[in-house]
């Protein structure tokens, strides 16, 4: 199945679109630096610089087909809780009309297949039950967590599709539950600390804190999460490298330089693992196979397999051994020296 990823930023969904084993043809953004890392790390797409959300016709589109996805990503921030109330009025007009621009375009198109993703707030739904009241038959839409997917971080999401697609997400069995102490394994890195806490605090005004044998925070563009001790004792600020391992992306993925830059990106991309379920379910309408067989097979990290253990212990037991023998040995040596017999311990003449 290929793909279209626009308002693409670092390629949060293009990177589960790859994970689904869909081809990635094309990526458009209005900002030229996360658009050219889109380009680097995914060689099988076309990157295009265009301001999207006014007119449909700023980009050339491949023609409507079941085996083709669309998929838009709406800024929002203007519509996000994480702003505090900062938005203006006209902050959350503009990203209603980025949103109302998607949907017109996928409608209109005809597009067999396709997907909008943005923040879940009274202003968002409300605009996607609009659409489902006057397109009931071509539009549906789902508030869901990107833990569920398999994701190590809790990241709530309003994701727009026709119905059967979202039928499919609501019916896909929820995953594992990542840690992010597993999360870092599975990328062979050591969790920096027992703990992390986000910007907001308790009633009690104790910072909010959780484990790292827990699910984390969700992950933001304008303020990364903070390693601590067990007492909430700062260690360090995440990279943003440490918070693109918990967005899902590979450790090959490319993100911009630049402390501030880079969270921004990476903070404001969609969770790899829910873009991933996305097209999972995309492609199983496409082939009319059941959506089990679409699913990749969870391969468990060698480490933490039996037979990967049994040897190690094995080794453990033979160095044990060995000690033991030369301890053994030194002994009887010892008391062979000592012995009235053996040379050294004759009385001097």
Same mark, same amino acid.
């Given at each position: 199945?290929?793909?279209? &990823?626009?308002?693409?930023?670092?390629?949060?969904?293009?990177?589960?679109?790859?994970?689904?084993?869909?081809? !990635?043809?094309?990526?458009?953004? @209005?900002?030229?630096?996360?658009?050219?890392?889109?380009?680097?790390?995914? =060689?099988?797409?076309?990157?295009?610089?265009? #301001?999207?959300?006014? &007119?449909?016709?700023?980009?050339?589109? =491949?023609?409507?087909?079941?085996?083709?996805?669309?998929?838009?990503?709406?800024?929002?921030?203007?519509?996000?809780?994480?702003?505090?109330?900062?938005?203006?009025?006209? &902050?959350?007009?503009?990203?209603?009309?980025?949103?109302?621009?998607?949907?017109?375009?996928?409608?209109? $198109?005809?597009?067999?297949?396709?997907?909008?993703?943005?923040?879940?707030?009274?202003?968002?739904?409300?605009?996607?039950?609009?659409?489902?009241?006057?397109?009931?038959?071509?539009?549906?839409?789902?508030?869901?967590?990107?833990?569920?997917?398999?994701?190590?971080?809790?990241?709530?999401?309003?994701?727009?599709?026709?119905? /059967?697609?979202?039928?499919?997400?609501?019916? *896909?069995?929820?995953?594992?539950?990542?840690?992010?102490?597993?999360?870092?394994?599975?990328?062979?890195?050591?969790?920096?600390?027992?703990?992390?806490?986000?910007?907001?605090?308790?009633?009690?005004?104790?910072?909010? *804190? $959780?484990?790292?044998?827990?699910?984390?925070?969700?992950?933001?563009?304008?303020?990364?999460?903070?390693?601590?001790?067990?007492?909430?004792?700062?260690? /360090? !600020?995440? #990279?943003?490298?440490?918070?693109?391992?918990? *967005?899902?992306?590979?450790?090959?993925?490319?993100? =911009?330089?630049?402390?501030?830059?880079? @969270?921004?990106?990476?903070?404001?991309?969609?969770?790899?693992? *829910?873009?991933?379920?996305?097209? @999972?379910?995309?492609?199983?309408?496409? #082939?009319?196979? =059941?959506?089990?067989?679409?699913?990749?097979?969870?391969?468990?990290?060698?480490?933490?397999? $039996?037979?990967?253990?049994?040897?190690?212990? $094995?080794?453990?037991?033979?160095?044990?051994?060995? /000690?033991?023998?030369?301890?053994?040995?030194?002994?009887?040596?010892?008391?062979? &020296?000592?012995?009235?017999?053996?040379?050294?311990?004759?009385?001097?003449?």
């Amino acid at each position: 199945m290929q793909v279209v &990823d626009l308002f693409c930023g670092l390629g949060g969904f293009s990177a589960g679109a790859i994970n689904a084993g869909a081809t !990635v043809i094309l990526g458009a953004d @209005q900002d030229s630096v996360p658009l050219k890392l889109w380009a680097a790390n995914v =060689p099988s797409g076309r990157a295009k610089l265009v #301001t999207l959300g006014k &007119d449909r016709d700023v980009i050339e589109l =491949p023609q409507p087909s079941p085996s083709l996805h669309i998929h838009a990503s709406p800024p929002c921030t203007d519509l996000s809780s994480a702003r505090n109330g900062a938005a203006t009025a006209a &902050d959350v007009e503009g990203g209603v009309l980025m949103m109302r621009w998607a949907l017109d375009l996928v409608l209109e $198109r005809g597009d067999h297949s396709w997907s909008i993703e943005n923040v879940s707030t009274p202003t968002t739904r409300s605009l996607l039950a609009e659409y489902a009241d006057r397109f009931p038959d071509r539009v549906g839409y789902a508030t869901l967590n990107a833990s569920d997917f398999g994701a190590s971080q809790t990241r709530i999401r309003l994701i727009a599709a026709p119905p /059967k697609l979202i039928q499919l997400l609501l019916e *896909m069995p929820s995953a594992h539950r990542v840690s992010v102490r597993e999360a870092f394994t599975n990328h062979g890195l050591g969790a920096p600390a027992s703990h992390f806490k986000n910007q907001t605090r308790n009633r009690d005004g104790t910072a909010c *804190m $959780r484990s790292v044998e827990e699910q984390s925070f969700t992950v933001c563009a304008s303020h990364a999460l903070t390693w601590c001790g067990r007492e909430g004792r700062t260690h /360090k !600020v995440m #990279t943003a490298r440490e918070s693109a391992i918990l *967005m899902g992306f590979g450790p090959t993925w490319r993100i =911009p330089k630049g402390s501030r830059n880079a @969270q921004r990106a990476v903070g404001n991309a969609l969770c790899v693992a *829910m873009s991933t379920a996305i097209m @999972q379910a995309a492609i199983a309408l496409c #082939t009319g196979k =059941p959506i089990s067989t679409t699913l990749p097979t969870r391969t468990p990290s060698p480490e933490l397999t $039996r037979p990967a253990a049994e040897p190690l212990q $094995r080794e453990k037991s033979e160095r044990g051994l060995r /000690k033991r023998l030369r301890t053994i040995e030194a002994l009887i040596r010892g008391l062979h &020296d000592d012995s009235p017999s053996h040379p050294a311990a004759r009385p001097e003449d």
